[in-house]
């Protein structure tokens, strides 16, 4: 199951979450507006699998 771990601004802000997750070993993933039309300068939602929430808070954490 997967848990959604946070809200970003901004699609190209999503994508620098998720490198910076996958580089420390967090699978990621990134759920987009329902409008297809939106680009990628409308909000996403990034998901964290349910074991992997706490490793990513830590992550948080240490920024």
Do not use: C
């Not at 329902?34 to 699998?49: I, K, Y």
């Amino acid at each position: 199951m997967w848990t959604k771990f946070m809200d970003v601004k901004s699609g190209y802000g999503a994508q620098i979450w998720l490198e910076f997750f996958q580089a420390e070993g967090v699978a990621v993933r990134i759920i987009p507006p329902l409008n297809a039309a939106a680009g990628m300068r409308a909000s996403r939602e990034l998901w964290v699998p349910d074991s992997k929430t706490h490793v990513a808070a830590e992550l948080l954490r240490k920024i």
